[in-house]
């Protein structure tokens, strides 16, 4: 359970909601922290994730000098992953109620082990796909130049405007 993470200058952060935070994600990225949807949809999006990243560490930013700017353009790779994960402990962390605290970190989990099973899965079959789509690719190939050489000779065959080739511009011999 990350509930901290450390950008690519190196700066470790704590994403923390507290009911002022809540407030102003609802007011700022229409996001409802009772809402597990509106939480979804708001992770989805990366401008949006960036933006509630940045209200849950604004205080501590200000205090190191970090504009939220600058706290973008730090976060890339794993730093975003890592970022993610602790901001979903912190909506985790903000529910008063344990139950629902309890719900939802074992909803965190449940998303973490089936992204981890989809990319174990992407792995184990990407050499399958990859032969797949270089066969594909091959037949792609050998159809587009058995279509070429089909209008190449038929060109041959037929003359335009009704005339021969021959050795000199105007068709003689």
């Given at each position: 359970m990350q509930?901290?993470?450390t950008d690519t200058e190196g700066r470790?952060?704590?994403?923390?909601?507290?009911?002022?935070?809540?407030?102003?994600?609802?007011r700022q990225c229409s996001i409802n922290l009772e809402d597990i949807d509106s939480i979804n949809e708001?992770?989805?999006?990366?401008?949006?994730?960036?933006?509630?990243?940045?209200l849950t560490i604004e205080?501590?930013?200000?205090?190191?000098?970090?504009?939220?700017e600058d706290f973008g353009k730090s976060l890339s790779g794993d730093s975003v992953k890592d970022a993610t994960e602790a901001?979903?402990?912190?909506?985790?962390?903000?529910?008063?109620?344990?139950?629902?605290?309890?719900?939802?970190?074992n909803l965190i989990e449940a998303m973490k082990e089936e992204?981890?099973?989809?990319?174990?899965?992407?792995?184990?079959k990407a050499p399958m796909i990859k032969k797949a789509i270089q066969k594909?690719?091959?037949?792609?190939?050998k159809e587009l130049d058995k279509n070429l050489t089909?209008?190449?000779?038929?060109?041959?065959?037929?003359?335009?405007s009704g005339k021969t080739s021959g050795n000199t511009p105007d068709g003689s011999a």
């Amino acid at each position: 359970m990350q509930r901290t993470f450390t950008d690519t200058e190196g700066r470790k952060w704590a994403p923390r909601i507290s009911l002022y935070t809540a407030g102003r994600m609802k007011r700022q990225c229409s996001i409802n922290l009772e809402d597990i949807d509106s939480i979804n949809e708001a992770i989805q999006d990366p401008m949006t994730r960036l933006d509630l990243l940045f209200l849950t560490i604004e205080d501590e930013a200000i205090r190191r000098n970090v504009s939220s700017e600058d706290f973008g353009k730090s976060l890339s790779g794993d730093s975003v992953k890592d970022a993610t994960e602790a901001l979903l402990y912190g909506i985790a962390d903000f529910f008063e109620d344990p139950k629902k605290r309890t719900a939802f970190t074992n909803l965190i989990e449940a998303m973490k082990e089936e992204a981890d099973k989809n990319v174990d899965y992407m792995i184990e079959k990407a050499p399958m796909i990859k032969k797949a789509i270089q066969k594909a690719g091959d037949t792609f190939r050998k159809e587009l130049d058995k279509n070429l050489t089909e209008q190449i000779e038929g060109q041959k065959k037929s003359p335009a405007s009704g005339k021969t080739s021959g050795n000199t511009p105007d068709g003689s011999a």
